[in-house]
């Protein structure tokens, strides 16, 4: 089973708040198929219960349809890879990049992977009529303006890749409008220094290819070929927009 056929049971129901402590977790069930078991480390209180629990569902599953991890391998896990260090006990330690620096540096956590995952699945499900979400991995590629970095007004337009390498993302600062065209003002990086100049911006990179991100002070709106993309009510999209114009409208009130 792959991940994006149980993602349907990620996230589902609202989770208990858990002690803002390093908790460790383990699977149970890959020792059933004479494999090691699968160790896994939670910081941030912020990660629901079930997601972890989603996390070492996966893991078995992949084992139990007869895939063999070991020590030094990689395993990717929505958009992020991870890779497998092997700990006390017989167990496969999960470890991510720290997303704080380039080139990667792999700690001993979970935290970014399931917090990444969660809110780019909840971008996409927000969207009406439903797609699904369509990873890439941060080792893949994309095309970004110059002033990535700084850029506040931002159209992110996903293409269908290329090649393997490839994202398919393309990342436009709409204030540079009238060089929009200049192949000077753009270059290619990796999805991961883009996550680590601009985490803001992880959360929208499941979103398919033949669709735009726009986001222009405090509206973001998802675009499609022909019209905008509307947002389910109550959804993380809609609920993200109405604390950012709130944002928007506090900070005129104070200047004013």
Not at 25 to 54: M, W
Not at 94 to 108: A, G, I, N, S
Not at 117 to 132: G, T
Not at 154 to 183: F, K, M, Q, Y
């Amino acid at each position: 089973m792959s991940l994006r056929s149980i993602l349907s049971t990620f996230g589902r129901k609202p989770a208990p708040a858990r002690p803002d402590t390093p908790s460790v977790h383990a699977t149970s069930r890959c020792k059933l198929y004479g494999h090691p078991e699968f160790q896994i480390r939670v910081s941030n209180s912020a990660v629901p219960v079930e997601d972890i629990s989603f996390l070492l569902q996966f893991f078995e599953q992949r084992v139990a349809r007869g895939e063999k991890f070991r020590g030094g391998e990689s395993l990717q896990v929505g958009w992020m890879f991870t890779m497998l260090e092997e700990g006390p006990a017989g167990f496969l330690r999960v470890l991510e990049p720290d997303m704080q620096v380039v080139p990667v540096r792999f700690v001993d956590s979970v935290d970014n992977t399931l917090m990444q995952l969660r809110n780019q699945k909840d971008v996409v499900e927000s969207l009406s009529p439903s797609i699904a979400p369509d990873f890439p991995s941060l080792r893949q590629s994309a095309v970004v303006h110059v002033n990535y970095q700084e850029a506040r007004r931002i159209l992110l337009t996903r293409n269908d890749p290329v090649n393997a390498a490839d994202s398919g993302w393309w990342l436009s600062d709409l204030d540079d409008e009238a060089r929009l065209e200049d192949p000077a003002r753009f270059m290619k990086t990796s999805l991961y220094q883009l996550g680590v100049h601009r985490p803001d911006l992880i959360q929208f990179l499941a979103v398919p290819a033949g669709l735009q991100v726009a986001v222009d002070g405090a509206r973001i709106s998802v675009l499609g070929p022909v019209q905008e993309v509307q947002q389910i009510p109550g959804s993380y999209l809609s609920e993200l927009n109405k604390a950012r114009q709130s944002a928007v409208s506090a900070g005129r009130s104070s200047a004013g």
